[in-house]
């Protein structure tokens, strides 16, 4: 598969090195921007402040889904007239839309290979993005778990306060797994 990432750090640059592991082609995006013509998905993992100026710099983005990884910290809001960063997304793309990869810690995206159990990544977003978001989420060693509609993109933004919470109140940066009785 084709992928492009937008923004070159740990959130972006983890998964990325991940899938290209996986046999993917990984396009990396910086400040400059460039064209997301070609690609099949699009990670969009800035700043959650920036996603408007980063947006602002790509081209191709007509269509495509675009998983977005970004947070909104410390009373940061969205782009005016949206509820959440994804939603803002979605008006620019057109396309399908999802809030992904945004509630692990990308420190330790480089272990998740060794963990005992497949840790969980939660997802909320359209229908059309389920498919690429459990493949993507797969190849990046996570079991992709849907917290709802594209809707639930602002109660997913939210959850980076109480992860960050949990892990300096002495647990430190952690996985999570979710999972069925069945799957038990």
């Known amino acids: 598969?084709?992928?492009?990432?937008?923004?070159r750090g740990n959130i972006g640059g983890g998964p990325a090195d991940l899938w290209e592991r996986a046999g993917h082609q990984v396009t990396?995006?910086?400040?400059?921007?460039?064209?997301?013509?070609?690609?099949?998905?699009v990670l969009l993992a800035v700043p959650?402040?920036?996603v408007e100026v980063a947006l602002s710099s790509v081209v191709g983005l007509e269509g495509k889904t675009v998983l977005d990884a970004t947070n909104l910290y410390g009373g940061a809001r969205p782009p005016a007239g949206f509820s959440s960063n994804a939603e803002y997304v979605k008006s620019v793309t057109g396309g399908p839309t999802a809030k992904a990869f945004n509630t692990n810690f990308a420190?330790?995206?480089?272990?998740?290979?060794?963990a005992r159990v497949q840790p969980s990544t939660l997802w909320s977003g359209d229908d059309?993005?389920?498919?690429?978001?459990?493949q993507l989420s797969l190849d990046a060693g996570y079991?992709?778990?849907?917290?709802?509609?594209?809707?639930m993109a602002i109660t997913q933004e939210g959850l980076a306060g109480p992860i960050f919470a949990i892990a300096q109140s002495g647990l430190g940066r952690f996985v999570y797994r979710m999972a069925s009785p069945e799957q038990l």
Do not use: F, P
């Open 107 to 114: 420190s330790l995206l480089g272990q998740i290979a060794d």
């Open 1 to 7: 598969m084709n992928i492009t990432v937008i923004g």
């Open 48 to 50: 959650g402040t920036a």
């Open 128 to 134: 059309e993005a389920q498919r690429l978001v459990r």
């Open 28 to 41: 990396r995006l910086g400040r400059g921007g460039g064209d997301v013509g070609a690609s099949e998905a």
């Open 143 to 151: 079991d992709a778990v849907r917290l709802g509609d594209l809707s």
